[in-house]
């Protein structure tokens, strides 16, 4: 499975949370697609963590009124 973002996309959970920088695109001992590796910041903490294709989605940015 070939994944669906690349590093520099702008992604954020499915249930919700911060808007999400993919870092990088994660792979398992064989070589295979296995997630993103994603960092934001919580305050002026850098987080970092990895999650599975199946969890994100395209970040949309709140429309201004």
Not at 23 to 42: H, R
């Amino acid at each position: 499975m070939a994944p669906k973002f690349k590093p520099g996309d702008i992604v954020q959970l499915k249930s919700g949370g911060p808007a999400m920088t993919i870092a990088s695109i994660s792979t398992n001992i064989g070589g295979d697609f296995s997630g993103y590796q994603c960092e934001w910041f919580k305050g002026a903490s850098k987080e970092r963590a990895h999650f599975t294709e199946e969890t994100l989605q395209t970040y949309v940015a709140p429309k201004k009124t």
